[in-house]
């Protein structure tokens, strides 16, 4: 805490004071406990769970969602003192259960879910505040739940109050909402110490003066100010109620205790994981230490005669709309209640209640901007239904039931598409013929158990099948007998089948019917043009995020006894071409050779006609582009041992055209690329200048030869034709008029 923070929670804690009081006092009201019990816990959510809590934006204090519990719980009870206890042994449960670590509930809660609650809160901030900024105030300010206890309901009151209109507070709301709206656009808003709700609180009780004076028929009367009951300051402790510990042993006080921090705990984690959401600073709150936090609290509120508490969205949202930095702000919000209590409440009594209206509407909007729908909408049906479904529920029933039924949505289409898409499969072809991998996802259960099934036996006989579960931490017994029965029938039509990844606890064992590695005989049948294509197809892989798993240890134990490369790569040093990954290769696959700026040597058209006799039938010259080796060239850098690289690709310099000096400027990266293209090719007519062996295999189709571009920020390998003997003379004669 310091300076440059509290200039920023003063005038928060402020607002979420002036919001929390008519909350504090109306929950009050509807939960049929004393008044000040919801004042008692406001200041207990204020100071007490403000300064435990590890949370810099959520606000605790008496909760609408706990109302309803209070009331029953106080009928079947039979008197508050003793609901008091109920709400002390709710507080040691809490405290239980964040020593416990019983916070991990909040990760299980899906996004959608939250953010359905956070639209379902501002909707209802909006349908709810619309009586009261029309001065139609038969309900107590902040209750959240459709049917009210006056017997009306959302709807019915917002319809009532079109009848019920009182002037003055309508002036009131929409000189407030202008100025919510448009405070951003003047001056004022660079007074960090006026935030523009506390300006339009201030601008509400000036007004109602000025009504009462000047304009008797805008007179806005008590019924429609806040209304704190007034305290008689030498006897403070008479407002304070402790718990009739004689009835501990009451099975009814338990019962109420454990649907209190039952209650109250998820109400708690629901709200921190929402307003972590909104926090522009994306921190992270703790949910065990919360819960600790929310435990002490409610013990607390059970000893002095509070209400059950909670983290609260509303106040919450006021916070961090307000620009809180710190948890200060929660803190000064429960001194501020505390104050009130005292010295404010003749002062506070002159607050309309429309202007606090219209802070809540325009907090309201911001949960739920049109936006919000937009881009959960653009995620997909099974996003947009469970936060469409969250938020109706949420209206029509209240916070807890409407968050359960979006729960409950959204397992519904998390289960749907789990059965309907329970693993990837792909088809990809490799020097070995087309393989089919199965890949299961990190939870397999029962129900994926038929599309599994489906998708085994659809498969053709003769096909190489890989299930891979190297990714499952669970697999339901049910998918697994399907994989066990799936050998058998694969053996049966011909199908060659690898099972990887199965752990140890499955009591099932993996097993390797083909490895993807090259061997002699399909090797021997693959022509130069087969192999390129094959290159070409890894090299797609590679760039798609596609790449095929190796399971080297098998290609190691296949390899142990001789090797069947089917290609040889002349490439670059640059550490980010090797061959082998960018064409998403095996071991044994391709023969390497590696050298700066590709060029070629006798020592290198002798490891070429080596490779022939290992079996290679392609030769590939890869360039790639940003080629350092390229770059020393064109800057004529020859020192100490470079000139024997750089002044071969001088000759591609020089057919380039580029001069004598490295070129500047934005056309040095196209002069690069276009001298390292030539480059590729110079090195072509070196290889078929050089060995006469090699023209002859090439003549005869048994070698094929062929010059690639590495464009290394697209992962794209340019190829260009294989050379044919007809192209040897033009090669020999003038390799400068050929591109790679």
Not at 187 to 192: A, G, L, S, T, V
Not at 375 to 398: C, E, N, R
Not at 512 to 535: C, G, H, S, Y
Request: one cysteine or more.
């Amino acid at each position: 805490m310091n300076a440059t923070t509290l200039k920023h929670d003063v005038p928060a804690g402020i607002v979420v004071f002036l919001v929390a009081l008519p909350l504090c006092l109306g929950i009050a009201l509807a939960s049929g406990a004393p008044m000040f019990a919801g004042i008692i816990s406001g200041i207990i959510g204020g100071i007490i769970v403000g300064l435990i809590s590890g949370s810099h934006t959520s606000v605790s204090g008496p909760a609408a969602g706990l109302a309803a519990v209070v009331l029953a719980s106080i009928t079947k009870l039979g008197a508050f003192d003793i609901l008091l206890v109920s709400v002390l042994i709710a507080g040691v449960l809490q405290l239980v259960m964040g020593v416990m670590r019983a916070g991990f509930i909040a990760n299980y809660i899906p996004s959608n879910v939250i953010k359905g609650l956070l639209a379902a809160i501002g909707i209802l901030l909006i349908l709810k505040q619309i009586p009261h900024a029309f001065g139609y105030d038969s309900n107590y300010v902040g209750d959240t739940s459709f049917a009210q206890a006056n017997g009306e309901n959302t709807f019915s009151a917002m319809l009532n109050s079109f009848s019920a209109i009182t002037p003055g507070a309508m002036v009131i709301t929409a000189l407030s909402m202008l100025v919510l709206i448009y405070w951003d656009k003047t001056p004022m808003k660079k007074i960090k110490l006026l935030p523009a709700p506390l300006f339009v609180v201030v601008l509400g009780v000036l007004l109602n003066m000025a009504f009462n004076s000047f304009f008797p028929a805008l007179q806005i009367l008590p019924a429609h100010l806040v209304d704190i009951p007034a305290v008689d300051t030498n006897n403070l402790g008479a407002y304070l109620q402790l718990p009739n510990l004689a009835h501990l042993s009451n099975p009814d006080v338990w019962t109420v205790a454990v649907t209190i921090a039952i209650v109250a705990s998820l109400e708690t984690l629901l709200n921190v994981e929402a307003v972590d959401k909104l926090d522009p600073h994306k921190r992270e709150t703790p949910p065990n230490r919360e819960l600790v936090a929310q435990g002490v609290g409610n013990i607390f509120a059970g000893l002095l005669g509070g209400l059950p508490l909670t983290s609260v969205i509303v106040r919450s949202s006021v916070n961090i709309q307000n620009d809180n930095r710190t948890k200060a702000s929660a803190v000064l919000h429960g001194v501020l209640l505390l104050a009130s209590v005292v010295l404010l409440a003749p002062t506070l009594n002159m607050i309309p209640l429309s202007a606090l209206a219209a802070i809540l509407i325009v907090t309201g909007y911001k949960l739920a901007k049109v936006a919000l729908f937009r881009d959960m909408y653009k995620k997909g049906w099974s996003q947009f239904l469970p936060f469409v479904i969250t938020i109706a529920a949420i209206i029509f029933t209240d916070l807890l039931i409407g968050v359960l039924i979006g729960l409950a949505s959204s397992l519904f289409f998390l289960m749907r598409s789990n059965f309907r898409t329970p693993f990837s499969m792909e088809q990809y072809r490799l020097h070995i013929g087309e393989v089919i991998k199965l890949e299961l996802p990190n939870q397999v259960s029962f129900l994926n158990k038929a599309t599994i099934k489906t998708a085994l036996w659809d498969i053709p006989a003769n096909s190489k099948v890989l299930i891979d579960a190297s990714n499952a931490d669970y697999i339901d017994e049910d998918v697994l007998e399907t994989i066990q029965d799936y050998r058998v029938a694969a053996a049966e039509r011909n199908v060659l089948l690898n099972v990887v990844g199965l752990r140890e606890k499955y009591q099932h064992h993996d097993s390797m019917e083909f490895v993807p590695f090259l061997d002699k005989v399909t090797r021997d049948n693959l022509q130069p043009a087969q192999i390129l294509q094959l290159l070409h197809t890894g090299n797609e892989r590679f760039r798609a995020g596609h790449v095929t798993t190796k399971y080297y240890q098998h290609q190691v134990e296949a390899t142990a006894g001789g090797q069947n490369p089917m290609a040889v790569i002349v490439n670059c040093i640059d550490s980010r071409t090797s061959p082998e990954i960018i064409f998403d290769a095996g071991l044994g696959d391709l023969l390497t050779i590696r050298i700066a700026g590709n060029v070629i040597n006798r020592e290198i058209i002798g490891s070429l006609e080596i490779a022939h006799k290992l079996g290679a039938k392609l030769i590939v010259v890869k360039g790639h582009s940003s080629c350092g080796a390229v770059g020393l060239a064109l800057a004529n850098e020859a020192a100490n041992s470079v000139g024997a690289i750089t002044g071969k690709i001088r000759r591609a310099v020089d057919d380039c055209g580029c001069g004598a000096h490295a070129p500047q400027g934005a056309d040095a990266k196209k002069v690069l690329d276009q001298v390292a293209r030539q480059n590729v090719e110079n090195s072509l007519a070196d290889i078929i200048e050089g060995s006469a062996f090699l023209r002859e295999k090439i003549t005869r189709g048994e070698m094929g030869l062929v010059g690639a571009f590495h464009d290394i920020a697209t992962s794209t390998v340019h190829f260009g034709e294989l050379v044919k003997s007809s192209d040897f003379d033009r090669y020999r004669r003038d390799p400068a008029n050929l591109a790679a």
